[in-house]
């Protein structure tokens, strides 16, 4: 339970800060990024686990694009998956 509060506050605190630190928007697609980074070892299930795997890599490759477009596509699906392991350290799913 402690593991679950303490990331839970951890990601919120992330998301919060996230577009205060950010100069731009590629700065906060690298931000999430990190976010799940920073949180992963904490996920339990594994199904989860395989869906922020493929999420990260969509991520990746949209960043990789070096648009504004891929960028925006980035943060949408960063905060998706941020959002899904703060729902998953609750017990929601």
């Known amino acids: 339970m402690k593991r679950s509060a303490l990331l839970g506050l951890f990601v919120t605190a992330s998301l919060l800060a996230s577009p205060s630190f950010a100069g731009n ?10 976010t799940i980074r920073d949180a992963r070892t904490s996920i339990q299930a594994a199904d989860l686990q395989a869906n922020i795997d493929a999420t990260v890599q969509q991520a990746q490759a949209a960043q990789a694009k070096n648009t504004e477009e891929g960028t925006k596509e980035c943060i949408a699906l960063t905060t998706r998956a941020i959002q899904s ?3 998953s350290a609750k017990g929601e799913h």
């Open 85 to 87: 392991i703060q729902n």
């Open 25 to 34: 928007q590629e700065d906060l697609c690298q931000m999430n990024l990190q």
